[in-house]
């Protein structure tokens, strides 16, 4: 059996899903105008396209998030980012999904995402599995909002002001047993809606991993929101992993289900290739891709920058490493 491995975000162009193929999917959604029709198509991954961002699609006839009443929360001032927020039109159509194209034009594309009803399931080694659905579990989590630095391993980046809750409240909600070591989580699977899920070269479900002790770290975020609003379907409504000391690929969307485990999991790219994208995957300027320089980013809104060891969040998390041997903490 030939089996096509891809690697990583070294995407050709004959694999971005044509645009005609999502369009004509769904009537959801439908670009006003050609010019950004037109800007949007075939993109390369990494290839910052300017005229997408001045001219962002416009995206119609979605039915509306009914959690929108939610937001906007109040702003946690613990958590500091000297830069400026990334504007919103560059953030909200520069995205990686790639159940929805494997290039960053997705925007459009992923309204075909129905977020609602969404089901949340806790299994695995907890006291008793449970499945929510995500107004209940918006209902008993403390919303509010974290502007964090977003490094990508492609060597991008901007800062984001997420809302959402702490990753510790929804572990202390599934109520795992003591012998949990790992959370393993996973994104909806529907190739009907998610043309991506039809490349079979893919191992889908979109998979991925942290330890318990990163999963309840305080800077572990469970993105519900983004600039006052719910979060988009393109940036992974309606539950998301923010973890901002780890490379994007790491920010798990769409969040369908939480498995509380003592194995490992193997992450989504890790499958793919897992000498370029490991399980830890922590931001280190010194530590490079083979593809990509990490030494600086290119931010969405402004300038290169130098890359900062952990993201610039080694304060919070430095600990949780410093006796694990033998491991590449930065692939
Ligand atoms: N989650 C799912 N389910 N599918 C994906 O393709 N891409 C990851 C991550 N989460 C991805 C995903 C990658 S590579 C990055 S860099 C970030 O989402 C991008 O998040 P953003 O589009 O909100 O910037």
């Known amino acids: 059996m030939l089996i096509k491995r891809k690697r990583g975000w070294e995407v050709a162009e004959r694999d971005a899903t044509p645009e005609s193929t999502y369009m004509n999917r769904r009537s959801l959604v439908k670009a006003l105008a050609a010019g950004p029709l037109l800007a949007m198509g075939g993109g390369l991954a990494g290839c910052w396209d300017e005229a997408t961002a001045s001219n962002p699609p416009q995206i119609v006839d979605v039915p509306p998030d009914p959690s929108a009443h939610l937001y906007p929360v109040q702003r946690n001032l613990r958590y500091k980012v000297e830069r400026q927020i990334t504007d919103e039109a560059d953030a909200t159509t520069y995205n990686n999904f790639y159940e929805f194209g494997s290039h960053k034009s997705i925007s459009i594309a992923a309204q075909a995402l129905k977020i609602r009803p969404w089901t949340v399931t806790f299994d695995g080694m907890v006291e008793k599995p449970v499945s929510i659905g995500i107004d209940d579990l ?194």
């Open 138 to 331: 918006l209902k008993q989590m403390p919303l509010e909002e974290r502007v964090y630095r977003h490094r990508c391993v492609e060597a991008w980046s901007m800062i984001v002001p997420w809302s959402g809750f702490p990753m510790a409240k929804l572990v202390e909600l599934a109520k795992p047993l003591s012998s949990a070591k790992y959370i393993k989580m996973q994104t909806f699977q529907d190739p009907e809606i998610a043309p991506g899920q039809k490349q079979h070269w893919y191992p889908w479900p979109y998979v991925e991993g942290l330890t318990m002790a990163e999963a309840t770290n305080e800077l572990a975020f469970m993105v519900t929101g983004v600039y006052g609003k719910p979060v988009p379907r393109q940036m992974g409504a309606p539950l998301r992993l923010a973890v901002p000391w780890k490379y994007g690929f790491k920010h798990i969307k769409s969040i369908v289900r939480f498995t509380f485990t003592d194995k490992r999991p193997v992450s989504f790219w890790e499958e793919i290739q897992g000498a370029e994208y490991g399980f830890w995957a922590n931001v280190n300027p010194k530590v490079n891709h083979p593809r990509w320089s990490q030494a600086t980013e290119r931010t969405l809104s402004g300038p290169r920058v130098p890359t900062q060891l952990y993201n610039g969040y080694t304060e919070y998390v430095a600990d949780m490493y410093k006796d694990i041997k033998g491991e590449n903490l930065f692939i």
